[in-house]
């Protein structure tokens, strides 16, 4: 019992945490640019002559990043509200004021902005494409219209983000539902999927903090506005979203008819578990479609241990890219499509891997 007291202290300390880093993101954000500024005061006066533009340009990210700040005060407002107010007990003994923020937390912000823009944004959509649309059209092709009744099919998307994933094949008419554990991502995600009702409501700036590779500053500026659509599924169709560890949250074997990854299963400590895991919880018949690179996250941690594993690659995909950068990153992704045996023989070990199951 005191172990479960002391984890829901420790989950609600992180999550003020969290919301404290996102409120810090004004202050640290031009905390970053007076240091430039600093550093462009120490030069000599003709150097600065030569710099003015540059001066400008520094006043202008301070107005984009204004901007960026503008909008999370929106989303935290609804925050508190996404796990039933669990984490929001007026008898708590912390205050964000004491937990403070996240070392790391200023770059997790930075990224839900770029991850607004591949999801949610116009200018996201070939990203989309490259990356959703693969997965997408195998779902498509293994459940047609015509032979499924699509709301019986269930299908999970572990990693889901800030959820156009699983809204997509939500909306085609499946029983969908998207996994997150970042806390930065479900925030934001709720805020999108549940109180966003206007296309193109509200304009970031998602590269504004990558000073690098900019041929001009311009370019560092770019904008998008979200979302492009309306996030709401078709009335028959069936979306959700859940909070938590994959491993943790799925444990029932035989549940699912497909799991779909997407730059997901690099993301493990140990690669073969999450196999494992996706192995039991599908049905049998029940097919993997993964799609992504091999970045493994927790390779350079220590004290974590790694298991890995080798794959064909074959889809070409990009990542959160500003396609005005000098520098252009592109993964040649792993795509891959797997299905549970529906049957394994006891006896001489043969496996029958029919797709004609019951939906």
Not at 233 to 253: H, I, R, W
Request: charged share 25%; net charge negative; glycine share 4%.
């Amino acid at each position: 019992m005191n172990s479960e007291i002391n984890g829901a202290k420790e989950e609600r300390v992180y999550f003020l945490s969290v919301l404290s880093t996102f409120k810090s993101y004004r202050d640290q954000s031009l905390l970053r640019i007076r240091h430039k500024e600093k550093c462009l005061d120490t030069l000599p006066r003709h150097h600065k002559n030569w710099l003015i533009k540059y001066t400008e340009d520094l006043e202008s990210f301070k107005k984009c990043i204004e901007k960026n700040s503008e909008f999370l005060p929106i989303v935290l407002k609804h925050a508190h509200t996404i796990f039933d107010n669990v984490y929001c007990n007026d008898g708590a003994s912390h205050s964000e004021q004491e937990v403070g923020t996240l070392s790391e937390g200023l770059d997790k912000v930075q990224s839900v902005f770029k991850q607004l823009m591949r999801d949610w944004s116009t200018l996201g959509a070939a990203e989309r494409k490259q990356c959703y649309g693969p997965i997408i059209d195998e779902i498509f092709a293994n459940f047609p219209e015509d032979k499924f009744d699509r709301t019986n099919i269930s299908i999970l998307v572990p990693g889901a983000g800030l959820g156009r994933l699983a809204f997509e094949i939500a909306s085609k008419g499946f029983s969908c539902q998207g996994n997150e554990f970042n806390l930065f991502m479900l925030i934001v995600s709720y805020f999108v999927l549940n109180l966003c009702k206007v296309v193109d409501e509200y304009e970031i700036f998602p590269w504004i903090h990558q000073y690098c590779n900019n041929i001009k500053a311009e370019d560092q500026m770019t904008s998008v506005r979200f979302p492009d659509v309306i996030p709401k599924p078709t009335p028959e169709s069936k979306f959700s979203m859940t909070a938590g560890d994959f491993l943790e949250v799925y444990t029932n074997s035989d549940e699912w008819h497909c799991v779909a990854t997407c730059f997901f299963i690099d993301c493990a400590p140990n690669v073969v578990q999450f196999i494992e895991t996706i192995y039991k919880i599908l049905r049998p018949g029940g097919l993997w479609i993964n799609l992504g690179p091999l970045l493994y996250h927790y390779s350079d941690m220590k004290n974590e241990k790694k298991c890995r594993t080798q794959f064909s690659s074959s889809v070409k995909t990009k990542y959160c890219q500003n396609p005005k950068s000098m520098l252009q990153y592109e993964y040649d992704s792993v795509f891959f499509v797997c299905r549970k045996p529906i049957d394994v023989d006891p006896v001489n070990g043969t496996q029958d891997f029919s797709n004609d199951y019951s939906a």
